[in-house]
């Protein structure tokens, strides 16, 4: 199975940017889509943002359409979520998530499609 440990997050101004980062280990990363999801106090986790196995597919909520780009870097086993303009709303807990599915990025926009995910990074957004 894939271990995967996210970090990049904190704390930072409305307007402000961050990169969160998802290292995986234990298997090789290329044969996993990737997702990003998010979760606020109180709130369902909500999907953010995926990508397929070799980065040619993505596909994003359109809540952050715009100001969110998803990213890997498969030879260094690493996924990426590079956040701009950065809202008090977009304030919750950040995890990856991965799968073995070959299906396009679309359709792993549903958290119950993942096998594998991250412990979470906070992103804490001041207005």
């Known amino acids: 199975q894939v271990h995967l440990v996210e970090s990049g997050g904190g704390l930072v101004q409305a307007g402000g940017s961050l990169r969160l980062s998802c290292a995986a280990s234990g298997r090789t990363f290329s044969d996993y889509t990737m997702g990003w999801f998010r979760q606020a106090p109180g709130k369902e986790r909500e999907f953010v943002a995926s990508i397929n196995k070799s980065g040619s597919s993505t596909y994003y909520v359109d809540s952050v359409k715009g100001r969110c780009t998803i990213s890997r870097d498969n030879a260094k086993n690493t996924g990426y979520l590079q956040m701009n303009d950065l809202k008090p709303e977009d304030t919750a807990v950040y995890y990856c998530?991965?799968?073995?599915?070959?299906?396009?990025?679309?359709?792993?926009?549903?958290?119950?499609?993942?096998?594998?995910w991250g412990q979470g990074t906070q992103v804490t957004v001041s207005s």
């Open positions: 998530a991965a799968n073995r599915g070959s299906s396009g990025a679309d359709y792993y926009a549903t958290a119950s499609r993942y096998n594998y």
